[in-house]
């Protein structure tokens, strides 16, 4: 695979996660019982690029989406809520998955990180408020982080089955990884 091919890869990637991001962003909660949740679905292409592409590559894609999304729609606030859920997230999901693929499926690991972009989120208001009675919200978010998770896991499989571009980096992944 040529650089240039892998850097337009992972570009297209970001800017695909920076408009779900964005796009999620403009849309309302619908469930006052659980003020600030939202479905993460940016975290598909983070699923994605944990499937297509080397640790190195999918790390930098997870930064740049961060930073970007802040830069066109967030505060440094965000930014801090953001960056924490989706980094111990990411470390989770990595981590999940050298579990290897009969152990635990893509959808178990996108709930997984779904999980854990939760507890990164509310350690950071528990940090902010000095208080660890934010984490009392945990159960809630935590169902509507894992359901999301599923979800995500779900559309990530159907993405990764039936779009060859995403095949095809899978497959040279698979390959520099048996290596």
């Given amino acids: 695979m040529s650089k240039n091919k892998k850097i337009i890869y992972i570009a297209l990637l970001v800017a ?8 999620e962003n403009m849309i309302p909660f619908p469930f ?3 003020p600030g949740a939202k479905l993460g679905l940016a975290n598909l ?4 690029a944990i499937f ?7 790390f930098t894609l997870v930064v740049l989406r961060l930073f970007l999304t802040t830069l066109l729609g967030g505060t440094v606030s965000t930014l801090m809520y953001s960056a924490v859920g989706a980094f111990l ?6 981590f999940l998955k050298q579990l290897g693929p009969k152990r635990i499926s893509t959808i178990g690991i996108s709930a997984f990180g779904g999980f854990l972009h939760n507890v990164g989120q509310l350690i950071v208001a528990s940090w902010i408020a ?3 009675t934010v984490m009392l919200y945990l159960p809630i ?3 509507i982080g894992i359901l999301a998770g599923i979800a995500i896991g779900i559309a990530a499989n159907y993405l990764m089955q039936h779009v060859k571009t995403l095949q095809e980096f899978q497959l040279a992944y698979d390959k520099h ?3």
């Fill in 89 to 94: 997230s990411y470390f989770g999901m990595i």
């Fill in 16 to 23: 695909q996660g920076v408009i779900i991001g964005l796009l």
């Fill in 32 to 34: 006052a019982f659980a």
């Fill in 52 to 58: 297509t592409m080397p640790m190195k590559d999918s």
């Fill in 45 to 48: 292409i983070t699923i994605i």
């Fill in 130 to 132: 000095k208080s660890w």
């Fill in 177 to 179: 990884t048996l290596k």
């Fill in 141 to 143: 978010l935590s169902w």
